[in-house]
């Protein structure tokens, strides 16, 4: 999946009709703004504190609800 700093709603839909497990990589702020967007279903809702470098794993449950799972930060490694 190609990601540009397009409409998040439209990537999350993308996401949302997936199958299996994604990595995708993306550039701050955008990652912060779709992170915010699968979690809260609004991008401007702050999640996490996100840094240049840094890996975000989401999780989907059951429901189909996405939930932040971990987070590894640059100064950590």
């Known amino acids: 999946m190609r990601i540009h700093l397009d ?3 439209r990537i ?6 997936s ?4 990595f995708i990589a993306e550039h701050l702020p955008h990652r912060a703004k779709l992170t915010a ?8 809702i702050p999640v ?3 840094q240049q470098g840094g ?3 989401l ?4 429901a189909g609800k996405w939930m ?10």
């Open 48 to 50: 996490a504190r996100f």
């Open 68 to 77: 932040l799972d971990w987070m590894v930060m640059p100064d950590v490694v």
């Open 7 to 9: 409409n998040v709603r």
């Open 12 to 17: 999350a839909d993308e996401i949302h009709t």
């Open 19 to 22: 199958r299996g497990d994604l």
């Open 55 to 57: 890996v975000v794993c």
């Open 59 to 62: 999780e989907r449950d059951d």
């Open 37 to 44: 967007f699968l979690v809260t279903t609004n991008e401007i």
